[in-house]
């Protein structure tokens, strides 16, 4: 539980557990509290943040702020309104000769993937050689590999 600490030289407050009244501050003819003087404690005399708008706690305008800047930023990068699709991301650093591009030449298109083989059962992947599979390989499949540990067409899979 936080509680109020009055510095020295200031009347003690009417009860333990009294706080300050918002927007309370103390009369001008008490002294001036110390340089970095901890206005809340706990119960054992730790310094911990007051009452947000309480006097010596935070501030509402801080605590609003904290919530505010943090929110706005995330907005902007969510939304990010500085950007287009139409315009590069990279600066322009003024007037540049137009970039020509070498026509592009078209070559034959590139031959097809070797197909990856399917089997369907051990013997099949024993026929080929290729017993045992591992995960990953081409040719593997979940239903090759019953116990599933990645290694299929082992000894014990049929």
């Not at 003690?12 to 009369?27: H, M, S």
């Not at 706005?72 to 950007?83: C, E, G, H, I, R």
Request: proline share 15%; with cysteine.
């Amino acid at each position: 539980m936080r509680q109020f600490n009055t510095p020295p030289e200031w009347p003690d407050p009417p009860t333990r557990d009294w706080r300050p009244p918002r927007r309370w501050q103390p009369p001008k003819t008490w002294p001036k509290a110390p340089d970095r003087w901890v206005f809340w404690v706990d119960e054992y005399g730790r310094a911990v943040r007051g009452p947000i708008g309480r006097y010596g706690g935070p501030r509402r305008i801080t605590t609003a702020v904290m919530i505010v800047v943090p929110t706005a930023l995330m907005a902007l990068v969510l939304l990010n309104p500085f950007s287009s699709d139409s315009e590069s991301t990279t600066p322009s650093l003024g007037p540049t000769a137009p970039v020509t591009h070498a026509p592009i030449e078209h070559t034959a298109k590139p031959a097809r993937a070797e197909r990856t083989p399917t089997y369907r059962n051990c013997a099949e992947v024993r026929a080929a050689g290729k017993a045992p599979l591992r995960r990953g390989e081409p040719g593997y499949s979940r239903a090759l590999d019953p116990d599933g540990d990645g290694l299929a067409c082992d000894r014990g899979d049929s």
